[in-house]
């Protein structure tokens, strides 16, 4: 927790050194900053990011360099695409004319929260605008639509025994991960879409047995389901349900999002990011959840749109050096192109 009010102020101090007046407040008691440069009355864009990471062994959190790879925990998802935002913010004594350029920071965006996360605390406290960008990663690819998010915790019972005659109980343990097993084969499991070859599944946690001479007789499994836009989460909790006798506690639910490739703002962005980008820049589908869900909610066009690496949430994760540049090139022209609404939007 210190670690996180720590890098908001340095994050604050950051903009305010540059003449970015920047404010910060709190969500649940975690920090959420923001800034804004250019005409309130002109176009608004948001630039939206995260800076809080999953855990990771402390190794993780010294970055290193090894050719064009920025290594450490959080350098591909997001902290490196924040600093490239934040760089890309106008200088406020030559902001774009007619543009006001919103930057949004949260530091909750891996919580487990479905309500009052950061982000929705932004767009409840005024932050909207014409359109809006989350620095998630996407290899440069303009990601318009995301899995939803189901969390969910299984209990699954079992009879108890002693140790040494293991075949006199049943193993709920065994019972839950072969239950975790069946989930991955069921009919939500092997649908497709046009953007998506699967949902995903993943047992996250697991808690059995209160000790070593006793076969356990109750076990829990929270597994992480990533489900697809047409899929409905009660049918998915009911194939669940069909498996067996077993408790069920939510966790976390968050819809899947699907934007408007077509929307100008899009375009524009895409048709931009095509003049940095290696091969062509395409709208894809993430397989991860985004908070870019806060301001879809609102009303506001928004997508996920970020720099080259892999590996988040493990432990070589890495970010490419070369194309945080063409990330940063490439908001600061779309920024740049952005003082008036892009063509048809002002008839939408």
């Known amino acids: 927790m210190d670690g996180v009010h720590e890098a908001a102020g340095f994050i604050k101090g ?9 404010e910060q407040d709190e969500c649940r008691g975690l920090p959420v900053i923001r800034s804004a440069v250019g005409d309130p009355a002109g176009a608004t864009v948001i630039l939206h990011g995260h800076f809080d990471v999953v855990p990771a062994d402390s190794g993780q959190f010294e970055p290193r ?27 406020p004594e030559r902001p774009v004319p007619g543009l ?20 929705d605390h932004l767009v409840a406290t005024g932050m909207t ?3 809006a960008i989350t620095g998630e990663p996407t290899d440069l690819h303009v990601g318009v639509a995301a899995k939803g998010v189901l969390g969910i915790r299984l209990g699954v019972g079992g009879r108890s025994a002693h140790g040494s005659t293991p075949w006199l109980g049943d193993n709920a343990v065994l019972r839950a991960v072969e239950m975790f097993r069946a989930i991955e084969s069921l009919p939500f499991a092997r649908e497709s879409s046009e953007m998506f070859d699967r949902p995903s599944i993943s047992l996250g946690r697991i808690w059995g047995g209160d000790a070593l001479n006793k076969v356990p007789d109750y076990c829990a ?3 992480d ?23 069920m506690e939510p966790i976390i639910t968050l819809p899947p999002i699907q934007s408007d490739a077509d929307c100008p703002w899009v375009r524009r962005l895409i048709e931009v990011a095509g003049r940095h980008h290696d091969g062509p820049t395409v709208s894809i589908g993430r397989d991860g959840a985004s908070d870019a869900l806060s301001f879809i909610r609102a009303g506001m066009p928004a ?3 970020g720099p080259v690496g892999a590996g988040h949430h493990g432990p070589d994760e890495w970010v490419s050096v070369s194309s945080l540049d063409t990330f940063h090139r490439t908001l600061r022209e779309f920024l740049a192109e952005s003082a008036s609404p892009p063509v048809g939007e002002a008839d939408e």
């Open 14 to 22: 950051w903009l305010d050194a540059r003449g970015i007046d920047a």
């Open 65 to 91: 360099v090894e050719g064009d790879r920025l290594i450490g925990r959080g350098a591909y998802d997001m902290k490196a695409a924040l600093a490239a935002m934040m760089m890309a913010l106008p200088d």
């Open 100 to 119: 006001r350029v919103v930057l949004g920071i949260v530091s909750d965006e891996e919580s487990e929260e479905s309500e009052n996360r950061g982000s």
């Open 129 to 131: 605008g014409d359109f």
């Open 221 to 223: 499994i929270d597994v």
């Open 225 to 247: 389901i990533r489900f697809l836009p047409h899929q409905d989460p009660e049918v998915i909790r009911e194939e669940i349900r069909g498996l067996g006798p077993v408790s």
């Open 303 to 305: 997508v996920e749109f």
